[in-house]
């Protein structure tokens, strides 16, 4: 096929079209998919951040219950 072919450049028009439009397509999908991933692991950051509140909480009240009990046996 020689440079000076009439159907090169419709052709290569069309073949060019087609990726660019695979890929936008891809762009887009992998933004979602990233902005979707960002979203679970914000999440999983935000349960974990409340599950070492809530165990820092158990600690105290563990710690309470001990320091009554070891008051109720001296007294």
Do not use: C
């Not at 290569?12 to 762009?27: E, T």
């Not at 951040?49 to 007294?75: C, N, S, V």
């Amino acid at each position: 096929m020689s440079l000076n072919n009439p159907f090169l450049i419709p052709i290569a028009g069309i073949v060019g079209g087609v990726v660019m439009i695979i890929a936008v397509v891809a762009i887009v999908y992998w933004s979602k998919t990233r902005e979707r991933e960002l979203q679970v692991h914000q999440d999983l950051r935000l349960r974990e951040m409340e599950h070492q509140k809530r165990m820092k909480e158990l600690e105290l009240e563990i710690e309470k219950t001990r320091a009554q009990q070891g008051a109720q046996k001296l007294g």
